[in-house]
């Protein structure tokens, strides 16, 4: 499991080990690993050209000091200090000493960087908030126009460590070389998108308490899923009871079908118009007419892929004692009083647009502070919230660290992938695991069964339901 933790808690696990180390070791050990990073990415560091961006933080100081240890290999290395003033002054030292070239201020920084195999950024470190100032823009613009590698500093300058939220410019990073842990501004979008590839330099840091996110990996997803013993019959691996589908949408019900038979639990029922389309497609299906509280016993529920306005399919199922799933049009239906009121758990898998709508902001506000919104949405329903696009956030009330998912695709936003998403995630609940670990699971292996099914090219959702066992094949080995 990555974990990502707060600024406050990374000063907090700073200061303490700095307390007991002698004076620069903690920077030496962060310009070390950068600097090693760099010269990994450069190939031949004799001779290359290496532009630094330095503003007036410890980062700017990591940079320094980074930089005079690829001088002192033979790379041609310029300084560019955005506040000479206030530039580290054991870093500046170290790079003059090291035969390094300092320009100061950044009018005249344009030819540098243009010229540069690899930009190192370190204008400001975890603590900028609000957006970068004019004079760092202006070299974010100048970077647009550069063909060399830009490496950052802990995390790319203009992004919001702890939220993600990108306000303004921001520096788009090929790599960013982060110290101590993992930020969480590094794993959620948009920031996400400027942080490039990730490589962690482990500083030694004892981090109390709990992460801000947690982003599973294959293990930790594997020892989640179900597995069926000796003993096992399709009573005891779980049913799952799909109300979805309409006259108009009855795809929908097929597709959240097909990904509630991939998710590990022994029977999947359906209730809804759709029953036709259902059992033909899949005649293993218990299929039942009349409403949801009739059709036997269930260890979950799923509802609302399809359902256009039935809104009594959405209160019946909210009814039950059981955990329930509610997605698309149930979305819209569901009494937030009732989810509220709700003993058993409840997971709300909204897309953005959705949950803009859930909590009566536009959609631009959610994608920009994708966990803040998750994290609002599962306070104000009491309910875990699967927060759906290109990293996945699954978030529970009452706080906690939030799980974040990245293996998906862009080639998943297509029709009907939500409702294979919502099938396989809610059979994971009927098989047993918790809101929260479901969610984190069903969206891990719906992102890899993406990938999987296609393999750079365009694909249905259906190819999305077909692969999810190749992918948890490929987590479970």
Same mark, same amino acid.
């Not at 290359?48 to 961006?53: D, Q």
């Not at 950044?106 to 540098?112: D, K, L, Q």
């Not at 019900?253 to 998710?263: E, N, P, Q």
């Given at each position: 499991m990555r974990t990502a933790y707060s600024v406050e808690t990374?000063? +907090?696990a700073e200061r303490e080990l700095m307390a007991r180390?002698?004076?620069?070791?903690?920077?030496q050990r962060a310009a070390a690993g950068l600097a090693a990073a760099c010269a990994e990415l450069l190939g031949r560091v004799y001779g290359?050209?290496? %532009?630094?961006?330095v503003g007036s933080g410890d980062n700017g100081g990591d940079a320094l000091y980074a930089g005079a240890r690829l001088a002192r290999r033979g790379a041609g290395v310029t300084a560019v200090l955005l506040a000479p003033e206030r530039t580290h002054p054991g870093g500046l030292a170290a790079l003059n000493r090291a035969g390094g070239t300092v320009v100061r201020g950044?009018? @005249?920084?344009?030819?540098?960087i243009r010229r540069a195999d690899l930009v190192v950024d370190g204008i400001v470190g975890i603590g900028g908030k609000g957006g970068l100032r004019p004079d760092a823009v202006s070299l974010v613009e100048v970077l647009g126009e550069t063909r060399a590698t830009v490496v950052a500093v802990d995390l790319p300058s203009g992004v919001e460590a702890d939220t993600g939220e990108v306000r303004g410019a921001a520096v788009r990073a090929d790599v960013t070389v982060t110290f101590g842990t993992h930020k969480p501004g590094l794993l959620v979008d948009p920031a996400r998108e400027y942080a490039g590839s990730v490589r962690l330099v482990d500083l030694g840091l004892s981090l109390p308490g709990e992460a801000e996110l947690e982003a599973p990996q294959h293990a930790d997803v594997a020892a989640l899923l179900p597995v069926p013993g000796a003993e096992s019959d399709k009573y005891r691996r779980g049913v799952v009871g799909i109300a979805a589908g309409s006259?108009?949408?009855?795809? +929908? &019900?097929?597709?959240?079908?097909? =990904? +509630?038979?991939?998710?590990g639990a022994?029977?999947?029922?359906? %209730?809804g118009p759709a029953g036709d389309a259902v059992i033909a497609r899949f005649p293993e299906t218990l299929v039942s007419s009349g409403s949801p509280e009739r059709a036997g016993r269930v260890q979950a529920w799923v509802v609302g892929p399809g359902a256009g306005d039935d809104a009594d399919a959405v209160a019946a199922v909210l009814k039950a004692e059981v955990p329930v799933l509610v997605d698309a049009d149930g979305l819209r239906l569901a009494d937030r009083e009732v989810v509220r009121a709700r003993r058993a758990p409840t997971l709300l898998t909204p897309h953005a647009g959705e949950a803009a709508a859930l909590l009566g902001v536009s959609r631009d506000e959610v994608e920009s502070a994708r966990l803040t919104s998750a994290r609002e949405l599962a306070e104000r329903y009491g309910a875990t919230v699967l927060l759906k696009g290109s990293t996945t956030l699954v978030a529970s009330p009452g706080g906690g660290p939030?799980?974040?998912?990245?293996? =998906? @695709?862009?080639?998943?936003? @297509?029709?009907?992938?939500?409702?294979?998403?919502?099938?396989? @995630?809610?059979?994971?609940?009927?098989?047993?695991?918790? +809101?929260?670990?479901?969610?984190? &699971?069903?969206a891990y292996l719906h992102g890899l069964a993406g990938r999987l099914a296609a393999a750079g090219a365009p694909i249905g959702a259906h190819d999305v339901a077909e692969a %999810?066992?190749?992918?948890w094949r490929n987590v479970t080995d």
């Open positions: 990374v000063r +907090a180390l002698p004076e620069g070791v903690l920077m290359s050209r290496v %532009v630094l961006l950044p009018e @005249t920084a344009g030819e540098p006259g108009r949408y009855p795809g +929908a &019900a097929v597709l959240a079908v097909a =990904g +509630a038979l991939r998710g022994g029977a999947v029922r359906y %209730v939030v799980r974040v998912n990245s293996t =998906g @695709t862009g080639w998943l936003a @297509t029709a009907g992938s939500g409702d294979v998403l919502s099938g396989l @995630t809610g059979s994971l609940l009927a098989a047993g695991l918790d +809101a929260l670990d479901a969610g984190s &699971a069903g %999810v066992r190749e992918a």
